[in-house]
């Protein structure tokens, strides 16, 4: 089976596609239902329907979205949630990054998730990639979630960020 193709029948039946640039306003709507979720220290203000269908569609794709729809009757009805990913690479080779994973609220613990990360990490072996890798705040409901998938968290590891103006500053050589 492809893994574009993938139907799952559970209590609700649910289907996985690419988004396409004709979905982002509907994406958008899922990153503010997704905001409240994160609290990413820095982020200031969130991308436009401009900025994703730009760097989603443009010469260069800086990721790609799958949403998750709910399926009646045959058809996608409703889109319930989404996951970005995107490929990298460091001295172990590829590895899929997925970026965010979000499940509406009232369709929570009903499997829909892990339906998302099983497709990661099918697409993650079809594209010869050695991990699947994400961050993830560990004291976080959904920390629950990852490690439920078996996933080991790298608590030696920490994130540094330059933000716009400290990127500035580095240049302008006032750090
Ligand atoms: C994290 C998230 C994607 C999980 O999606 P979900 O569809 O609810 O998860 P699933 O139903 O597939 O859960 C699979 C297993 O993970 C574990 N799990 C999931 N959510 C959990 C929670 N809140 N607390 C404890 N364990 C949890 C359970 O073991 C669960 O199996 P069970 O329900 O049979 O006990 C969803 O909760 C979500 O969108 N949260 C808000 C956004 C977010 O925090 N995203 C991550 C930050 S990038």
Same mark, same amino acid.
Request: no cysteine; charged share 25%; hydrophobic share 45%.
């Given at each position: 089976m492809s893994v574009k193709d993938l139907k799952e029948t559970m209590a609700e039946p649910v289907r996985l596609r690419e988004a396409t640039a004709e979905d982002m306003p509907a994406v958008s709507g899922l990153l503010?239902?997704?905001?409240?979720?994160?609290? =990413?220290p820095g982020l200031h203000e969130m991308v436009t329907t401009e900025d #994703? !269908?730009?760097?989603?569609f443009g010469d260069r794709r800086y990721f790609t979205i799958l949403l998750l729809e709910l399926v009646k009757d @045959? =058809?996608?009805? #409703?889109?319930? @949630?989404y996951t970005m990913y995107f490929y990298k690479? +460091?001295? &172990?080779g590829? +590895? #899929?990054?997925? =970026?965010? !994973?979000?499940? #509406?609220? =009232?369709?929570h613990r009903k499997g829909y &998730?892990?339906?998302i990360m099983r497709h990661l990490a099918k697409l993650a072996l079809e594209n010869h990639c050695? +991990?699947?890798?994400w961050q993830g705040v560990l004291d976080r409901p959904s920390a629950n979630f990852y490690r439920s998938l @078996?996933?080991?968290d790298r608590s030696d590891v920490s994130d540094f960020q330059l933000d716009v103006e400290g990127m500035m500053g580095l240049i302008e050589g006032a750090t």
């Open positions: 503010k239902a997704f905001l409240p979720f994160v609290e =990413e #994703l !269908i730009r760097d989603g @045959g =058809e996608a009805a #409703l889109a319930i @949630g690479y +460091s001295y &172990g590829r +590895s #899929l990054y997925m =970026e965010a !994973i979000f499940v #509406l609220p =009232e369709h &998730g892990k339906v050695r +991990s699947l890798t @078996g996933a080991k």
